[in-house]
């Protein structure tokens, strides 16, 4: 057995890094890294996923390893990559999420938040519908393949054991977090447009009609306009999140490339 492991100790090796880089893509990646999928299912994915390719690398040369800080720091390259594409992806939905919670906000009805179980906490209504919004526009667009054909790359430049600390990937990140909460505010702005005008006319009516019960006007009037609002703009959402998906790819392949 000591024999057959110092034989393929190489190959071993490389299939611990190949899935460790996987591993932190799935982890995050929506849909696929939900707490709503079994562990065991993720799990089994990723060991399936490293089968097919971990061949490709067993080319691939090692350094030296003199001890478990130097595999542990080893690992910890990988999985930063994996990690560096799946917070990219989380990044961008969370930005078109937070158009949803800041829309419910300014209709005043966040008070019927619901369980998120991706997040284990209390969203809005519209804050769901912009999630599922953007994951049947992920899934339909392919975006899985996207993510997954994101990975493959990275092993051309950067082969599994060659890992390094890739210096532009903050700045990448911090880019990436900025342009989600730009496409977010892009996603939410007719909502958001139609609900100042709705509380401006009630201000009017309110002022014209002071005998009304404006609490009771105002709120149903902004609810209804929610509604519509997110009716009429949830094509124009979708369009963005796919517009600004492929960016965030990019951007952040190239700062991994760099």
């Known amino acids: 057995m000591a024999l057959l492991f110092e034989l393929y100790s190489h190959q071993f090796l490389i299939f611990v890094l190949v899935l460790t880089r996987l591993s932190g893509v799935l982890m995050l990646m929506?849909?696929?890294?939900?707490?709503?999928i079994p562990m065991r299912i993720r799990g089994l994915l990723a060991v399936g996923l490293t089968f097919i390719i971990a061949p490709t690398q067993w080319h691939a040369p090692l350094p030296e390893l003199g001890s478990l800080f130097e595999l542990a720091v080893l690992v910890g390259r990988e999985a930063l990559i994996g990690l560096s594409i799946g917070l990219a992806t989380a990044i961008l939905f969370a930005g078109v999420q937070l158009a949803g919670q800041v829309v419910s906000q300014t209709a005043g009805?966040?008070?019927?938040?619901?369980?998120d179980p991706a997040f284990e906490s209390?969203?809005?209504a519209a804050t769901q519908l912009m999630d599922l919004l953007t994951m049947a526009v992920f899934v339909c667009i392919g975006g899985h393949r996207q993510v997954l054909a994101a990975l493959l790359d990275t092993f051309r430049w950067t082969p599994a054991g060659s890992a390094t600390?890739?210096?532009g990937v903050i700045a990448a990140l911090s880019d990436?977090?900025?342009q989600s909460f730009a496409a977010g505010f892009r996603a939410g702005a007719p909502c958001l447009l139609a609900l100042l005008l709705s509380v401006l006319i009630t201000a009017i009516v309110s002022r014209t009609l002071p005998q009304l019960n404006v609490l009771v006007l105002g709120f149903n009037l902004n609810a209804a306009v929610?509604?519509?609002g997110l009716a009429v703009s949830l094509g124009a959402?979708?369009?963005i999140f796919q517009e600004e998906f492929a960016s965030v790819l990019a951007a952040v392949s190239e700062s991994l490339a760099s």
Do not use: Q
């Open 30 to 36: 929506p849909v696929m890294g939900a707490k709503s």
């Open 109 to 115: 009805v966040s008070l019927a938040d619901v369980l």
């Open 122 to 124: 209390s969203v809005s």
């Open 165 to 167: 600390f890739p210096e």
């Open 176 to 178: 990436i977090t900025s």
């Open 226 to 228: 929610m509604l519509g």
């Open 237 to 239: 959402a979708a369009w």
